[in-house]
């Protein structure tokens, strides 16, 4: 039987479920505005804590947020996912939806054809990236010293920074454009790429200094990585995914889908301290080559979406059985027209199995 006193559960509900179930508006207001985002956030703490009484489920992305690092008063500035912010830094619109997560107007850089120009970029004088510097010198005058201002690329107190992989983010600001110049222009993608990762370092900086907060680690999620063969894997991401592990700190690398043909090639990225996986990866195949890593397990869409509670209670089991005596945490967001149950399957099976993770209280 194996040692289950390392294993925990953390769910989360998205945007788009929230403005169904609770009316809740995710405008321009909410994501420029952050007093008024800290009205709402205490808001949704109390519906979900109402909605959720005895489970550990938050408005706070699980995949993200480390409970630990939110049991203070936080506020968090700009809370936009870093590939948006960077999108917008380089010429995209914000694309905002009050009833679902936000966006930016597709591939700014889809006419890219020299990298040059984009190493001069004065970050300090950059819209939104001025916009945000300002509201987080304001927020720290308007709060004081008993209240923790979150700057953009982080989520809670922990100073663990966020960043999309450097895959994915060119493919957010490129387009589809950036697999066919893997194989036409290498030199060409690998000059955009260590563009991106120095951009990503000078903004997780930049932002941590104005907030007043040490950065202690690093979240890269690498969501189109799994589109990838190994080989070109090795050739492109993993000497960006070192150089963002040698400037910033140690990784929580994240990789969506099925990732079994990359868990080879994943072993030569440096200081990885937490593999945040879709369940479509096998976590045996993870543990006999990375070892007691800690793992953290999302289950796959499908499963969330079409399965039923029965697959969720499986699926749980065998990852239980599969992870052997070392520390993984299941995680799961909740989006609009997922059954309920399939999430809360997770907490009755675990809960069945001996693994308590009451509901904390958390800002």
């Known amino acids: 039987m194996p040692d289950i006193r390392?294993?925990?559960v953390l769910g989360s509900v998205s945007f788009g479920w929230l403005h169904a179930h609770g009316g809740f508006l995710f405008d321009e207001g909410f994501f420029f505005d952050a007093h008024r985002r800290f009205d709402q956030e205490r808001r949704m703490r109390e519906f979900i804590a109402e909605r959720f009484p005895d489970v550990p489920i938050y408005c706070f992305e699980a995949h993200l947020v480390q409970?630990?690092?939110?049991r203070r008063p936080v506020a968090l500035v700009?809370?936009?996912?870093?590939?948006?912010?960077?999108?917008?830094?380089?010429?995209?619109?914000?694309?905002i939806s009050p009833e679902k997560d936000p966006?930016?107007?597709?591939?700014?850089?889809?006419?890219?054809?020299?990298?040059?120009?984009?190493?001069?970029?004065?970050?300090?004088?950059t819209w939104p990236i001025s916009f945000l510097l300002a509201q987080i010198r304001e927020m720290r005058r308007a709060l004081g010293p008993d209240m923790a201002v979150i700057p953009p690329f982080f989520w809670d107190t922990t100073g663990r920074a966020t960043t999309h992989g450097i895959i994915t983010t060119?493919?957010?600001?490129?387009?589809?454009?950036?697999?066919?110049?893997?194989?036409?222009?290498?030199?060409?993608?690998?000059?955009?790429?260590?563009?991106?990762?120095?951009?990503?370092?000078?903004?997780?900086?930049?932002?941590?200094?104005?907030?007043g907060i040490s950065v202690t680690g690093l979240h890269t999620g690498e969501?189109?990585?799994?589109?990838?063969?190994?080989?070109?894997?090795?050739?492109?991401?993993?000497?960006?995914?070192?150089?963002?592990?040698?400037?910033?700190?140690?990784?929580?690398?994240?990789?969506?889908?099925?990732?079994?043909?990359?868990?080879?090639?994943?072993?030569?990225?440096?200081n990885v301290a937490i593999l945040n996986l879709g369940s479509g990866t096998s976590v045996a195949a993870v543990r006999d080559r990375f070892g007691p890593i800690r793992i953290d397990i999302m289950p796959?869409?499908?499963?969330?979406?079409?399965?039923?509670?029965?697959?969720?209670?499986?699926?749980?089991?065998?990852?239980?059985?599969?992870?052997?005596?070392?520390?993984?945490?299941?995680?799961?967001?909740l989006d609009l027209n997922q059954p309920e149950e399939n999430c809360l399957q997770i907490h009755r099976t675990l809960e069945e199995m001996g693994v308590h993770s009451p509901r904390m209280e958390v800002h």
């Open 300 to 333: 796959e869409t499908h499963l969330l979406t079409a399965g039923s509670p029965q697959d969720m209670d499986a699926w749980v089991r065998q990852c239980v059985a599969d992870n052997g005596d070392a520390r993984m945490q299941f995680e799961y967001h």
């Open 103 to 125: 966006d930016i107007s597709p591939e700014p850089l889809a006419g890219l054809t020299d990298v040059g120009p984009l190493w001069n970029i004065d970050w300090l004088d």
């Open 67 to 70: 409970v630990e690092g939110r």
């Open 6 to 8: 390392h294993i925990s």
């Open 78 to 95: 700009g809370g936009l996912q870093p590939n948006l912010i960077l999108g917008a830094a380089v010429g995209a619109r914000f694309v």
């Open 170 to 211: 060119a493919q957010k600001l490129l387009g589809e454009r950036v697999f066919l110049e893997m194989a036409d222009n290498p030199e060409f993608v690998r000059e955009l790429f260590a563009w991106i990762v120095d951009a990503y370092v000078k903004l997780i900086h930049l932002f941590a200094d104005a907030a």
């Open 223 to 270: 969501c189109s990585g799994c589109m990838m063969g190994p080989d070109q894997f090795a050739e492109f991401a993993v000497p960006c995914l070192n150089d963002l592990a040698d400037r910033v700190g140690p990784l929580r690398l994240h990789s969506c889908g099925n990732s079994n043909h990359l868990l080879d090639v994943l072993r030569e990225v440096r």
